[in-house]
C-alpha cells in the first residue's frame, strides 16, 4: 500500500505517523540501556523498528522524523503536560455535559471553555517582533514582567 502510494504521489513519498504505543503481528517491544529503579529499561523508537521492517520488505529507503521534536523543537515539559491533560479532562466534561461548539482555552492566564472563533474571521496574529527571536527560531526570553506564562499579551 506504502509503495503504491509512493508511487502515485507525483512528488514521490508517501506519509505513515506511529504512535509511539504501535505494534503489528510479529512485533516485539524492545528495549536498551540499564534498569532504572523499578526494573524498566527504555523502550527503543517503534518508528526506528517500523522502518527498518518497511525497507527489508520493499527495498525503498525511508527516514524517520521524531514529530515531537520536528514540531516543537524538544520535548513537551511539566507545563506542557499539565495544560494538555486538564485540557482533556475539560473536552471529556463538555462531551458528558452535551455541550458543543467550543474549545478548551486559557484567557487571562485561567482555564476557560469559549466559543469556536468563526473561520471567516481570519487567522489570529502573532506579534513575532516582540516576542519572537527570528535569528534563533525560539521566543524571546526577557521583558516578561507582567505578561501571562503563555506568551501573550494581556
Known amino acids: 500500500l506504502l509503495v503504491n502510494d509512493k508511487r502515485n504521489n507525483p512528488s514521490n513519498y508517501s506519509l505513515v505517523v506511529l504512535s509511539e504505543g504501535a505494534e503489528w503481528q510479529g512485533y516485539e517491544v524492545q528495549h ?30 525511508t527516514i524517520v522524523s ?7 523543537s524538544g520535548e513537551a515539559d511539566f507545563v506542557d503536560k499539565m495544560v ?44 513575532i517582533e516582540t516576542m519572537y527571536n527570528t535569528e534563533r527560531y525560539r521566543p524571546t526570553y526577557d521583558h516578561k514582567l507582567g505578561l501571562p506564562i503563555f506568551l501573550t499579551k494581556a
Open 32 to 61: 536498551y540501556g540499564a534498569e532504572d529503579a523499578y526494573g524498566h529499561r527504555k523502550k527503543m523508537n517503534v518508528g526506528e523498528a517500523f522502518s527498518d521492517k518497511l525497507k527489508a520488505a520493499t527495498g525503498e529507503e
Open 66 to 72: 521524531d514529530l515531537t521534536y520536528d514540531l516543537r
Open 84 to 127: 494538555a491533560s486538564t485540557f482533556a479532562g475539560m473536552a471529556f466534561d463538555s462531551i458528558v455535559e452535551g455541550k458543543s461548539g467550543i474549545m478548551t482555552a486559557i484567557v487571562n492566564g485561567c482555564y476557560t471553555m469559549s466559543p469556536i472563533p468563526d473561520p471567516r474571521l481570519g487567522p489570529r496574529k502573532v506579534d
